[in-house]
């Protein structure tokens, strides 16, 4: 059966390219559609680069018949319309005829009424909501959407083996495990079962016969082997737990080796700081340097509403967007406690200047998200922060930035989202770890709510709110 899609316009605005997300059937644009693109087509942001998108592909399929009419989206049966129509559906009285939203509402109605098969997908809960109130059907747009945050890929897991294949591993640096000697906890059944593992998935192997005998490795697609940079401390950080192991493991190795890391978790459990500590490190401490720049973006600074008219430069502009950057700088080179003595003052701002003067430096450079487009980073160290709130479009235009000796660390929560029309099953940094679970250029870690390391209040509210 033909469906009819009526899209909104965050739909489009969203993912230029959702017009040939339907297979066989119609999409429907309403033409007030059009009118509201036309608003953000001047934008430098993200929105507005996909507004002008969404243009030119309508433009270009106006060339190919009558838009009113309907022209062929797809060699399997899809059609676009531009829908014009249905001016005289009744709506209630107390809405504004005015809205855009109601318009869109309005057409839908119309269709539904007209007895065909419509859908109006739309990103905005609200518009879902008041399509439900006229019994017109209506869905989230879904094409880009990953699985559940509970189910979403973790890049670590427990498996279980004896202590004598445990005690083999740890003797000998070189040493590995056959994937077949392991076993996975499956809850289902409350039993160990066949184990299957991820490319460079990091593991917590527990032995089946003593509680207090483990080991920790990676799969690295072919046999699980031992961590290399464990026992190391960047800028002078060890890690306090086993997330941040895994973290400075896979932050730790060289760009050619792991040229992508994503790191989730709630706040707290240092993903920013530990990020910062390795950048550092082997800017300052490595001799020959492996990386000639470190750079920081966060999606924040051009989020709908750009940066703005504030004075000054970019980075002057966007320095408002930096102060959590320059909080885990300060407790980095400061370290958690002052000494107390007569000097704390002075140690404070000292650690205070020495922070200001990596920014003056431009030892570390801050930029917006929205202007890696069309850049090609060699030899960079990249933080991408609070990446939950950027769009999968923007996640793969900056990860096809970089060039040769360019490492990418992408950060964020994926279930705290500020973006409005995000979710943690369609925000970028979600999108990246799903898509990107299994390449072998790619290593994750999600930190546990346990492994909270601010302080016991942060600790305590990740595990209570």
Known sequence: MKKYYVLDTNVLLHSPHALYAFSEHTVVIPEVVIEELDKFKKESSDRGANSRQISRIIDDLRTKGNLLQGVPLTPTGG????????????????WDERNPDNRILQISKGLTESGK?????????NMRVKAATLNIHAEDFRNDKVSRIDKQYTGRMTAYTSSLIIDDFHKDPNQSISPESLQAFDPDIAALTEAKFVTNQFLLIKSTDNDQHAALGRFDGEKIVQLRHQKQTPFGVTPKNIGQIFMQECLMMSAKEAPLVILKGISGTAKTFYSLAVGLHNYMETKPRPYQHLLICRPNAMLDEGIGYLPGTEAEKIEPYMRAIKDNLFTLLAGSNFSHSSNEEKDFLETEDTVNMLFEKRIIQTEALAYQRGRSLQNYWVIFDEMQNATPRQTKAVLTRPGLGTKIVLLGDPAQ????????????LSYASEKMMGSKLCFQVTMLPEECERSPLAAEAAMRL
């Open 117 to 125: 098969t419509t859908i109006l997908v739309s990103r905005d809960t």
């Open 79 to 94: 059609i676009l319309i531009l829908e014009a129509n249905h001016t005289a559906t009744k709506m209630p009285t107390h």
């Open 417 to 428: 989202i500020d973006h409005p029309l995000l979710d943690s099953q369609s925000n970028g």
